[in-house]
């Protein structure tokens, strides 16, 4: 039987953790199945916890795993405090946060508050209570579809209108995604309290840290885009009391797909979200990568503005959702497009439905490299499951799903993931011939010392053993070569300058170090010293699409 919820203490009480941090995102579904019903669990996830461990991971993300109709793959959420009987019960989730924190390993999970599914027992009582009631008012109504008109359609592949009609309660209802997901009403302090309950639900049972999903739209004003308007940030600021006030250490990662002037509001004075994913950024490494030009990424960094110093930004290069192009300019869209998404089907909404092998056309050299540089830009890094062994897509799946397929575990049937029946799998795994789980799994990469997985490993220590790399200030260096972006990570006596070669042919560089005259660089990921830089600019060769960890303080 379920035991009642027991508050879990953690492994280590630093309120800035996360900064050090190296996150594992995971979907339960996709994981490991522990009882052959063709879904991943979280018996199953608990049992892979000693590889997410062996990666170098501290901190592992998983996606929503609440009742759902699964219609958003788990976004849609019918009920707020319970898991999705598929993938196990409430017992299993506090086993699964103890066994994660005697690993020491710390778990974020999702808030979604942005909109509930249709399905949730909030929304059925609205639509049946009388117009203006409390009940009713539990999410955003209207006589007519044309209020807030400057909102933009977000899944725009799918979706008419930001309004849906209701036949049962006679009236719209608002909704910034799937018109199955009714928009919650925070003009309405019910709706608060609800979410701190439930906010406080989960901490109680030891969880780390929340992913406050599609923040930007909690508030809705005529005369607005409806996004990061200053009463949402009244919310997220109430939010956050709630938390430090009965919690400590715990963190609000916030997921705002803005601007980096938009995006630092999510970090209020250090009293909103403690990390917000660097949207911006992302798109631009591959962008300067196809371009073989650093410009877009000295830009964009030159662009974000300094955040609280309790602060933290979170990198990435994939995730479950399309790699998204909100957030560049159309030129730059066009280009993203014609380089990364050359058949129609690969392109969604403003993204491409794609994972980082196929992306990067399975080059080990293209692979560490991107790794390499989201690993060292700035903040906190985020893998995505499977990216370690560079699995690869299936674009033939409807929405996001092609880049949500089983893990592979081994070459045994379904990749090791489930000995379901292969008609009962929640999606067919990669059988194709480059990245089917034959050619490509953990089982296989862990006995090749020179695979993606070992590799991977291996950069993980490396980066664990310098906190500049987390924690560090980010200072574009000078150079001679656009090809070649060089920058320098500091945090107090650690200093470590990246130089990293963009280009698919060999490149030289003159770098300007003045700063650094007579130290003698160590390139840590091989432990090799360097010569020493003397009066005029250091010059290094660069191999195709190679880079260099040096570290300059001795
Ligand atoms: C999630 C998506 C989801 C959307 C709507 C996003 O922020 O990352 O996977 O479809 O919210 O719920």
New binding site residues.
């Given amino acids: 039987m379920p035991q009642p919820p027991k508050p879990i203490t953690h492994t280590d009480s630093d309120p800035l953790w996360f900064k050090d941090a190296i996150i594992y995102q995971v979907h339960i579904k996709s994981f490991f199945d522990s009882d052959g019903d063709g879904y991943g669990d979280f018996v199953g996830l608990i049992q892979k916890l000693d590889y997410i461990q062996s990666l170098g991971i501290t901190c592992i993300w998983i996606l929503p795993f609440y009742p759902s109709p699964l219609k ?2 788990g ?1 849609d959420i019918a009920d707020y405090e319970q898991v999705n009987p598929t993938y196990g019960n409430l017992h299993d989730f506090q086993t699964f946060i103890k066994e994660a924190h005697q690993r020491g390993l710390r778990v974020i999970t999702e808030l ?1 508050i942005n ?1 509930t599914s249709d399905m949730h027992p909030w929304f059925q009582r609205a639509r049946l209570a009388e117009a203006g009631s409390k009940e009713r008012d539990f999410y955003v109504w209207s006589d007519t579809d044309q209020k807030y008109k400057d909102a933009r359609i977000i899944f725009c592949d799918t979706e008419p209108s930001n309004w849906t009609w209701d036949p049962v309660a006679k009236a719209f209802y608002w909704h910034r ?1 799937f018109s199955h ?1 009714p928009d919650l009403n925070f003009d309405n302090p019910d709706v608060l309290a609800e979410v701190i309950r439930v906010m406080k639900h989960w901490l109680d049972m030891g969880v780390d840290g929340l992913r406050l ?2 923040i930007p739209y909690l508030i809705e004003r005529d005369g607005t885009n409806c996004e990061n308007l200053p009463e949402t940030h009244v919310i997220l600021k109430e939010l956050r009391k709630a938390m430090e006030d009965n919690y400590e250490s715990r963190l609000f990662l916030a ?1 705002a797909n803005q601007w980096p002037e938009d995006v630092v509001e999510y970090f209020g004075n250090g009293d909103e979200c403690q990390m917000a994913y660097h949207f911006p950024v992302m798109p631009r490494l591959y962008l300067a990568l196809h371009q073989q030009d650093s410009r877009a990424i000295i830009d964009i960094m030159a662009r974000t503005p300094a955040i609280p110093e309790q602060c933290q930004w979170a990198m990435f290069l994939r995730n ?2 399309e790699l998204t192009l909100e957030m560049v300019t159309d030129d730059e869209r066009a280009y993203m497009y014609a380089a990364y998404a050359e058949e129609p089907r690969m392109k969604i909404n403003v993204g491409i439905r794609r994972r980082l092998a196929p992306l990067l056309k399975y080059s080990r050299p293209r692979i560490e490299l991107m790794n390499g540089l989201v690993l060292s830009l700035l903040g906190t890094p985020i893998l995505y499951y499977g990216d370690e062994i560079g699995m690869g897509d299936n674009i033939q799946l409807w929405d996001r799903n092609g880049v949500r397929t089983p893990m592979q575990w081994n070459c045994d049937r379904n990749g090791g993931f489930s000995k379901a029946p292969f008609a009962n799998l929640y999606s067919p795994p990669l059988m194709d011939i480059v990245t089917g789980f034959e050619a490509v799994n953990v089982e296989a990469q862990q006995a090749n010392p020179s695979s993606l997985l070992n590799w991977i490993r291996a950069i993980i220590d490396v980066r664990k053993k310098y906190k500049a790399f987390g924690r560090g200030t980010f200072e574009a260096v000078n150079n001679s070569n656009h090809k070649i972006l060089s920058y320098i990570r500091r945090f107090e006596e650690q200093t470590i300058l990246v130089v990293a070669n963009l280009a698919q042919s060999a490149q030289s560089v003159a770098l300007e170090l003045a700063e650094f005259k007579g130290v003698s660089p160590l390139e840590i990921k091989g432990d090799a010293v360097f010569h020493e830089i003397g009066d005029s600019p250091y010059v290094l060769t660069l191999s195709p699409h190679a880079f260099y960890w040096l570290k300059l303080d001795s």
């Fill in positions: 958003d793959d976004y979604v909109h995604f997901q999903d599609a997921e479950h959702d």
